[in-house]
């Protein structure tokens, strides 16, 4: 028996159990691997609706704002535009909301979108004209939009609203 305990002893020895790596010691050989990616330029545009509230009359201007969000790629340089609107003859300069009653989709209030506090700065969409120029950080990137309902002759009461399209260009 003594024969044979040894024998199983030895067979243990020389076995490499489920987990176990086996040592070598008769040289070494080695290879080496490319790890890549590639980062392209890239960019998103979200937006949040703009609000005006509710008035009797346009007899003075009415303002708000909303904002945009960008995220695009660090480093990568962009414009955001605003095109003039969803309403027939609107344009980025002079846009028009209409209105939403059925037998009122004829009446229109006119508006504008600008870069600034200061309503100075119309907000177009013809880039290195009256887009807003940026570079992207990686991150999300705000960005306002300021409106304003100049005085003009009211129309019949009514909810008025326009879909404006922004456009990141990269």
């Known amino acids: 028996m003594k024969g044979l305990a ?17 040592t070598y010691s008769n040289g070494t050989a080695t290879a080496t691997f490319l790890v890549s990616l590639t ?38 340089p962009y414009n955001i535009g605003l095109n003039a609107g969803g309403v027939t003859s609107s344009t980025t300069t002079t846009r028009l909301m209409a209105g939403t009653a059925t037998g009122n989709t004829t009446s229109t209030v006119s508006y504008k979108l600008m870069q600034d506090s200061a309503l100075s700065t119309n907000w ?9 120029a940026g570079t992207g950080t990686g991150s999300a990137q705000s960005l ?3 409106g304003q309902v100049p005085t003009q002759t009211t129309p019949t009461p009514d909810t008025y609203n326009s879909t404006v399209t922004a456009t990141v260009y990269f």
């Open 144 to 146: 306002t939009v300021y």
């Open 6 to 22: 040894a024998a199983i002893g030895l067979l243990l020895s020389v076995t490499v159990l489920p987990g176990q790596a086996a």
């Open 39 to 76: 980062i392209t330029a890239s960019c998103t545009v979200s937006a949040n609706a703009m609000a005006f509230g509710s008035t009797g009359l346009l007899t003075t201007a009415v303002t708000g704002s909303t904002t945009l969000s960008v995220t695009c790629s660090n480093s990568t």
């Open 124 to 132: 177009g969409n013809t880039q290195g004209s009256d887009t807003v």
